[in-house]
């Protein structure tokens, strides 16, 4: 099990997209032509859509836009497609993944499973950046998505699970509003992060802090839910609690797979007994680190393993379906 790559992305908006696109030039481009896969769209389509996608990333956040755009220049690629990756949650349909998400507030920790494409493994990278304000965040992300599960130097974190929920998702894309939550130095910021993004999305979003507090956001289509965490452990997956068929395709197993998490997370108390629970392996039908196996025509299972101490401001993570395996960690 080899570790994952470590890029250091440091400056302005510009030089980290810069650098990002130059040190992940080739695995970029090989993203790009998996997801032309997987959205299973004319080309003319998918860019078109890049264009609406471009104007609501600019407006909610002109920063983030010049970071995608400075990404495809290194890469030597067409922004658009940039926009597209950046968005790829909201243009795909149906998404069918399994990550189970855990935030234990008693001791500042926040975890998931990253549950997605095998053929995303090898190419999957951990952004440490240090920008010009001072913030530093680490983010385990694909070549080209700007963030994805991540935590920064004020002691806040990220998860995201995805829901299921009819088209088409027309918000601030949520890999984008992931990276705005991430330069947030307080909770009351991320809160204002997200009013301001609005709804327009189909996943979850957990927010953890290494105070205990922390907000789970459901994003439906055009409805939003948010719950203010202050006592826990909280656990997350792919569905909507009292709401059956919420999970879709998955709603069975996500409900099966948040029980499980459930009923273990009592014991959480470090980053070994959190690592326990996202590698179980228990209810063989449903596990909450579950081996590749084949959804339409593609190898889907547990592609990684993110743990955030989020009062020690360490990121860890292990590729691939490897319960028991170990955590590579990357201090901020």
Known sequence: ????????????PAARGTEHGRRQRAQIRTCIDIYRLVLGRPDELLLRAALSIQRTVRSFSPAVAVE????AEGARVDAAWKYVLNARSELMANIADGCTAVFDPDHGLLGQTWDWLEALEPLMFIARSHQPDGTRIATLTEPGIIAKIGCNDSGLGVCLNFLYAPGPHLGVPVHVLLRSLLNCRSLHEARQTLDRAGA?????????????????IEYAGFAAVTAEIRRGPFVHANHVDGEPGTGGELDRDSRARASTANSLAHVIGDIDSLAAVLDDQSDRDHPICAPYRPYQGVQVGT?????????????????GPHPGGPLQAVAL
């Open 1 to 12: 099990m080899t570790t994952i790559e470590v890029v250091e992305l440091d400056g302005g």
């Open 68 to 71: 995608i755009e400075a990404i």
């Open 200 to 216: 327009g999305r189909a996943a979850n979003i957990l927010i953890g802090t290494d105070t205990g507090a922390g907000y789970n």
């Open 303 to 319: 592609t990684a393993t993110v743990i955030m101490d989020l009062a020690r401001r360490t990121l860890y993570a292990r590729r």
